[in-house]
């Protein structure tokens, strides 16, 4: 399937998604306020640190590996047991640790020891996500795109209203609750999508674990932990830098900013995800690789500038129609958060080659780098310019990234 044609059928999935999303926004804009974003930013930064250590952070490796043996189904399957066995284990016994030190999650991540049951809801659903998170990983590297849109569709439709309950009635408390277990409950969902494929028996998902797989896996792993635990660390640190310097109410913009990015990105970086890394891993040829690229650089960049440059014009309407007249001082991020959105996206076209063709020592150390100084740069920058030096730390962080990234893989005569 072409970049096109999947860049369109993802774009289904992804414009429900964004509207959910910006509904969402708004509810929360309305319910939680912009402290409440900043406490359901640390919590959703927690949960991706969980989820990451609960699954084995092995689903990217079986998006790489179902797609690599596409046509050798018993390799497949081997893969998915030790996947599987991996998920189920892991989420176990994380659910546990959740569930003993759940006031202590909440005291260190919510700044309230009160918010502990949050943590208990999250708990007690973490194997489901981790499956959830597993079968789409499937499903994608299957290139069972139909499946996967639906899959996403039918999950963005049941956040909106799960959410939207549970903020109504029960506040930051309900909207936190719903964070924690909204993809959880979509695993019946996927499920049942993926039940009525060929390919699907629950047999496939559990049994000995391959010691030859897993090691495939772990390279994987071990890429995945490391941005599970630096990406959101770093966003953790940023949001106690800021609220603690400049006010929680501060920090909530900041992740209000965050949100807005990662939305309207949404359909770029979701199809990245679903045809990049597949069609990545196929490939052995440098110039096909090289093609690809400069393929994504001609039909994704242009859409990313023209979505930039919109919304920057038009940020005083979109303030007021996604959130409320408290997030209008959140006006003065997006021009640096465009610009850094943009370097953002021409970075990943790049640095999806360092996962499909498994640099695993560059990928670690570039993660963990630029995570670090991201928040140097936001405690540097925001020193001279306040709370906007935020958004300046965000374009100037990916801008280094992008010239590591480029002259990393012209190096190694990938870019040649």
Known sequence: MTLIKTSLLNGIA????????????????????????AALGQFQNAMTMITTFASGAINTGVTKYTAEYYDDEP????????????????????ALLIALFNQTLAAWFLKDASYGGVFLWFAATLVLFSFNTLLLAI?????????????NIVGSVFAL????????????????????????LSFFLTLLLCYKASW??????????????????????????????????????????????????????????WRLSSAYLMLVTTTLSIYYLPRLSELNSSTDIRKEVIQGYRLVLPVVMVCGVSIYFLRDLIIGLLFTSEFSSMRELFAWQMLGDTLKIASWIMAYVLVARAYV?????????????????????????????????????????????YFFLRNRGVLD
């Open 75 to 94: 390799r497949q399957r081997l893969v998915w047991r030790t996947a599987g066995t991996i998920a189920l284990v892991g989420s176990v016994v994380t």
């Open 14 to 37: 992804v414009a429900i998604k964004m509207l959910t999303l910006l509904g969402i926004n708004k509810i929360l804009a309305i319910y939680v306020g912009p402290a409440g974003y």
């Open 200 to 257: 699907f028996k629950f047999g496939f998902f559990f049994g000995g674990i391959d010691k030859k797989t897993a090691i495939n896996l772990a390279k994987y792993t071990a890429m995945a932990l490391t941005s599970a635990i630096s990406v959101p660390l770093s966003h953790t640190l940023i949001r106690n830098h800021l609220g603690e310097t400049f006010g929680w109410g501060v920090a909530g913009y900041w992740e209000a900013m």
């Open 361 to 405: 020592v560059v990928f670690i150390l570039s993660e963990v780098v630029f995570s670090m100084t991201f928040f140097c740069f936001t405690r540097i920058f925001s020193d001279f310019f306040g709370f906007e030096g935020v958004s300046i730390a965000h374009a100037v962080n990916y801008f280094f990234y992008f010239i590591f990234v």
């Open 161 to 184: 209203l799960v959410t939207t309950v549970m903020s109504v009635y029960f506040g930051l408390y309900g909207a936190l609750v719903a964070l924690a277990v909204y993809q959880s």
């Open 139 to 151: 499903l994608n590297g299957k290139k069972e795109i139909v499946r996967y849109v639906l899959a």
